[in-house]
Every structure is written in C-alpha cells, then in structure tokens.
C-alpha cells in the first residue's frame, strides 16, 4: 500500500475513533460535577495541546538532524509535522472559547493552556510562512531547520512566561490538574483519546509526508 | 581569541559607519518612538485608567517596534553590490560576522532607548530617577534577547519578497517571553516594588539571553553557507 | 598552489541548461592543479559551471563531493565575482580600509596599502568619493582594487571584462600581465574566448560542468582556441 493509502487509512481509523471517544465520553463517561457537561470539551482540547506541542519538538529534532544529515526526508518530516502541529493548535484554540463561554461566559481567557497554544500558533504560522517564501528547496529546508530549532527552544520559555504571569496573576480556577487526578473512567476516557490523537497526528504527517513526496516525484523540485 | 572579537568589531564598525552617513533608519526609528508615544498619550483618558498602569507596556511596545525598523537593515545592506559575498569570500568568520550585525544592531536599538526613555518619563510623567539603575539594567537584558534572535532572522528573510513583514511575523513569538518579562519588572520598579520581587522574571530574561545567543551564535554559519 | 580534486555539484533544477532529472549539473568531475606562475582561463557558455567552480575555489560553496584547496585559505584568495561587493555610501578609501581589515592586513600597514592600489589603479584622486558616486568605470576599477589590498597570492576572477569599454579592457589585461609574474596562480573565468587568451598559460573548455579540454596553451593564438572551442562545444552545446 502506498504511503498515502497509509496514511489515509490511519486518518480514518483514527477520526472514526474519535467519534468512539466523544460516544464514550458523552455517554459513559461521568458528568463533572463543578463544570457540567462543557467539561468533556477537555477530552479532545487536551490530548490535542499536547500534540500541537509535540509536533513542534519534533519539527525542531527533525531540523536538527537535517543540518547535519542534509537529508530531505528530514525536511518533508518537519514541513509534515509543523501542518499538523497547526491543525492540533487550531483545534485547541477553536474548543478553548467553546468551552469557556459556558464556564466562565467570555469567548477568550487568558489561561496557561490556551495562551501557551496561542504562541504556538503563531510560531507554526511564521514557519509555514517563512517556507512559503523561499523558491529554493535546499535553502527552504536549512533555513526551516534554523527556524525550527528556535521555535523549539522557545517552547520551554512560553510555559515558563505563563507560569510565571499566572502565579501572579490568579485566573479562575481552571481545569483540575492533569490526568493522574482523574477519577476511573475518566482517566480512561483521557487516556483513549491521548492515543486516538497520536493516531490522527501520525495519519496526518504521513499523508502530508506522502503528498509532498507526489510534489516533488514527475519533474524535479519546484517551489 | 580576541580575533574574532576584533574582527567583528571591524564589522560592526563599519555597519554603524554607515549608518551614520545615510541616517535614514535611525531617524526613521526615532521619529517613530517620538510619534508612537505621543499618540498613545493623547489616545488616553487619564481618568479612566491610570497612566502608571498602561506605561510599561507603551514602552516596550515602542521599543519593540523601533528595535524590529533596526533590524531590518542590517543584512539588507550586504545586499548592494552583493556585498555579503565578499564578505562570505573573505577570511571573516561566519560567527564574527554574526557578532558583528548584533553589536551593530544593540548600538541602534541602544540610541533608540536612550532617547525613548526620556521622552517617555516627559511624556507619561513616571517616577524613573529612584529606579535608574535597575531599570537600565532590565531595558538592556530584555533588549539584548530579542536583537540576538531578530538578527538571526534578519539572516533568514533577506532574499524573500516581503522581507520587512516576515521578520516581524517570525519574530512575534519569540519577542513575548522577554516582552512580557521586561513589563512586569518595568512595572514592579516603576511602582516602586524591590527588585528582588522580579526575581523570576529576572531570571526569565537572563535564561533567554543566554539561551538565544548561544542558539543563534550556533546557528548563523547556516543561514549563509551554500 | 591550488587544486581541485574530483570536484562534483549540482543544483536543484530551473538554473541554465538542464541536467537529469532536474538538478543541473555544474561541476561533474573537475580535478586539476594549479602551481605559481599558472594563468587558467575557463571558456564555456552561460551555465556550463564557470562561476560554480570559481566559488568552490573560493569557499562560498562546499561541493557535494570532492576538495578545492587553495594554500593559504580565503585569506590568499582575491576574488572578483559579478558584483564589486563595494558598500555605495563609504568612499573608495573607506570601502579600502574595511576590506584590507578583514583580510587581515595589519592596521599600520593598511593606508599605505589602500593608498598604492589606488595609485596602481588610477583611481587615486576618487579616494575620498563615494562608491555610488563614481562612474561604471572607476567603480570596477576600485572592485579590482578591493581584491588586491591584501596582495593575494591567488586570484579568481568571474566575467571580470563584463561592462568594461575597451580602453578599460585593455587595460585590466595590462594589469593582469602585470599580476601574473611574482609566482601568482589566477583562474579567469568568462564565455569570450577573445578576452582572456593571450593571458593564459593553461586553457580549459568547461562544459555542462565537466571540463571537455585542459591543457596548456602552448602556442596557440586566440583564433586557434576559439575554432578549438567552437568545435569543442559545438555538438549540441554552446
């Protein structure tokens, strides 16, 4: 099967799974007591923060291992990664508001989870730009490479810039903390979809991988 | 080796030569603070919120933008009469090379600084004198973390079609850490909180200074090898 | 004094004439040596890898595979390339002094330097004005003069008769024949075999980036080389 057949079947099984996990999640899954039903947005919003920032590290380990290796694999893994790390971001950023309004009746908080997406976000957008604007395979690669290594360095200093503005300034009380914490079924549920969302990232960056493998195939590199 | 040094002195110099004999960007980035602090001082109504409150931000804001005008030119220039290949083609060092657009570009963005900061105490009447010292030192450590990463963008925007535009869009995310840094300590000094209130954000700008140089220090020589 | 070694290079595709499977070909195969005292001028037409080879020779590419090593490293190296890497706003003297600091030229040395490069040159009395105020002419010759202040013992030079009238020609080629003695190595690129012939003391023809002749030029006049380089490179090149 070719990559792309791959690819496309991951896609599908993983957003087929998807629905299975929002099934579980609305039906067996018990409502939270304090945030209601809205809380089960935090079943798709947080496995896919994780991926958004995941993506980004591997856009920046992929960039690494070009710089050295000049292999251009490396750079169609990075170019794949980073879409779908912009994919994941966007999800974050669309069901963040759609889940604050109920809780806290304003579209956007400033809370760590959203804001940290938030610059995430826009180092995704720099980077698909800054590759949009150069002609040259071999220069877009190094020069995506460096701009990558960067966002990915950047990464630890956005949380710590959160962190740091959060404990100073205290938001509404946000999401309970993390997985470990949740009760049973719960856990489950978060667990399921944290695999469902590895699964659409690797369906993602392989189509995308696949596709940009199609681009360059006929005729030789073009921009 | 103080070679390196001296040979990115060299550079530097000459990029400030330059600079001096055209005079448009500085005078373009002054006249920008100038304008920006003025507009924001006449777009508020200072009995709706206190000036005190919104100064660290239309500071930095201001600086940002007139460090970003700096910026630009310093690899655009290399690119009359391709000057950057005689440079490449030199024995110069890709790192003293490096070195040198970023001294070049701290001494522009330093003169920007040294006039904003005035006409913004006139401007916004803040009480800066008790605080001098520190906030000097807190403009520098700040200013020194976004200039290292915005030269190294320089590097990667050159050649593309809306050169100017790109650098401030890549440049965007990695200016929050220390921005943000850099207001709340303005704002904790300017209110006269200790310094030793800011110490985690201190410790943010000086993390970031010394992780971005490193990093772009690192990374230059590929933005201008074929 | 110089050598390259099996030098190969190619670019993704959309640059001169086409390679296989749309990367162009620019260096295929290129090994020779050059010692003191050699004078190789490359003939080839547009694309055929000239520039690409000069910039290996000088550092600014790394070849995909093979060496270009030149004694003495970039410091040794005078290269005039298309552009006269000349900053317009800093005087003649001014550009002068900055080069002849990053080649490393010691600082009590270096107006005395700038100062007898000029004069070589002629363009002495333009030594405080502006770059982008001098005409094409001067501006070349103060090019050539920023590649000589360090007294390199190597000289790469791309298309340097491009824009020149004839008097200027004339005598850059007077210049070069001045430069050749004191056990100089010049490599002189262009596509006009008229204009760097009677300087050579080696002649290669470079085609789609493989060099198709190399050899001295023994007595050969230009007009022997230029029917050799048409019939070279007239089969299907050119």
């Not at chain 2, 700096?70 to 690119?79: I, K, S, T, V, Y």
């Not at chain 2, 030192?137 to 050169?163: E, H, M, N, P, Y």
């Not at chain 3, 520039?51 to 995909?64: E, N, Q, W």
């Not at chain 3, 093979?66 to 006269?84: L, P």
Request: overall charge positive.
């Amino acid at each position: 099967m070719s990559l792309a057949r791959k690819g496309r079947l991951i896609t599908l099984i993983g957003l087929g799974l998807l629905a299975a996990v929002y099934v579980r999640a609305l039906a067996f899954t018990p409502v939270e007591r304090v945030q209601g039903p809205a809380q089960k947005i935090y079943y798709l919003h947080v496995p896919a923060a994780i991926w958004a920032e995941m993506a980004m590290f591997l856009v920046g380990l992929a960039g690494i291992f070009y710089l050295f290796l000049k292999d251009a694999r490396l750079d169609r893994f990075a170019e794949a990664s980073a879409e779908a790390g912009t994919v994941f971001a966007a999800i974050v950023l669309t069901t963040g508001p759609i889940w604050g309004k109920p809780i806290w009746g304003t579209w956007w908080t400033w809370d760590a989870r959203l804001t940290s997406t938030l610059f995430l976000f826009f180092l995704y957008i720099g980077y698909l730009l800054l590759r949009g604007a150069i002609a040259d395979a071999a220069q877009r690669a190094r020069y995506a490479a460096v701009l990558g290594i960067c966002g990915m360095c950047l990464v630890p200093f956005i949380h710590l810039s959160v962190y740091l503005f959060r404990t100073l300034h205290p938001q509404p009380i946000i999401l309970k903390p993390g997985p470990p914490s949740l009760p049973g079924s719960m856990l489950a549920t978060w667990l399921f979809s944290l695999g469902v969302f590895t699964l659409l990232y690797v369906g993602f960056v392989t189509q995308r991988y696949a596709l940009a493998l199609l681009r360059q195939a006929p005729r030789g590199d073009h921009a | 080796m103080g070679d390196w040094l001296s040979q990115a002195w060299t550079v530097a110099r000459k990029d400030l030569l330059l600079e001096f004999r055209t005079r448009t960007a500085i005078v373009s980035a002054l006249v920008f603070t100038a304008l920006v602090l003025t507009v924001f001082n006449f777009g508020r109504d200072p009995t709706a919120v206190p000036t005190i409150d919104l100064a660290p931000t239309i500071l930095w804001v201001t600086f940002t933008f007139a460090a970003m005008l700096a910026m630009n030119r310093a690899f655009q220039l290399e690119l009359e009469n391709d000057a950057l290949e005689g440079l490449l083609a030199s024995p110069l060092s890709r790192t003293s090379l490096y070195w040198g657009k970023l001294l070049a570009n701290l001494v522009f963005v330093a003169v920007v600084e040294v006039v904003g900061l005035p006409l913004f105490v006139l401007f916004f009447d803040v009480p800066v004198a008790p605080v001098l010292g520190p906030l000097i030192a807190v403009i520098a450590l700040a200013t020194v973390g976004f200039v290292a990463v915005g030269t190294l963008f320089s590097a990667l925007v050159i050649r593309t079609r809306f050169a100017e535009l790109l650098l401030v869009v890549l440049l965007l995310p990695f200016l929050l850490p220390p921005l943000i840094g850099a207001v709340q300590v303005t704002a904790r000094l300017l209110g006269g909180r200790p310094l030793s209130e800011s110490a985690g954000w201190l410790r943010l700008l000086a993390a970031y200074d010394i992780a971005f140089v490193t990093l772009a220090t690192l990374l230059f020589p590929f933005t201008v090898e074929e | 004094m110089l050598s390259a070694e099996a030098l190969r290079h190619a670019f993704a595709g959309g640059r001169g004439e086409g390679g296989s499977g749309g990367r162009v070909v620019a260096l295929d195969d290129v090994t020779f040596t050059l010692d003191a005292g050699q004078t190789l001028a490359v003939f080839g037409p547009n694309g055929a890898g000239k520039t690409t080879l000069l910039k290996v020779l000088a550092g600014l590419i790394r070849p995909d595979a093979g060496r270009a090593t030149v004694a003495g490293g970039r410091g040794a190296i005078g290269w005039i390339g298309h552009q006269s890497h000349l900053y317009g706003h800093l005087t003649v003297r001014e550009n002068l002094l900055f080069w002849a600091a990053l080649y490393r030229v010691p600082a009590a040395t270096r107006a005395r330097r700038a100062d007898a490069v000029m004069r070589r040159l002629g363009i002495a009395e333009h030594a405080e004005r502006a770059v982008c105020a001098l005409s094409r002419g001067l501006a070349q010759r103060a090019a050539i003069a920023r590649a000589l202040i360090h007294e390199p013992r190597v000289l790469l030079l791309d298309e340097p008769f491009t824009g020149l009238d004839l008097a200027a020609a004339a005598g850059f080629r007077t210049l070069l024949a001045q430069l050749r003695g004191a056990g100089r190595v010049v490599v002189l690129a262009t596509h006009n075999v008229d204009e760097g012939v009677e300087l050579a003391t080696d002649v290669a023809f470079q085609r789609r980036g493989r060099f198709v002749h190399f050899a001295p030029r023994g007595g050969r006049g230009p007009a022997q080389i230029a029917d050799e380089y048409r019939r070279a490179l007239g089969a299907g090149g050119g």
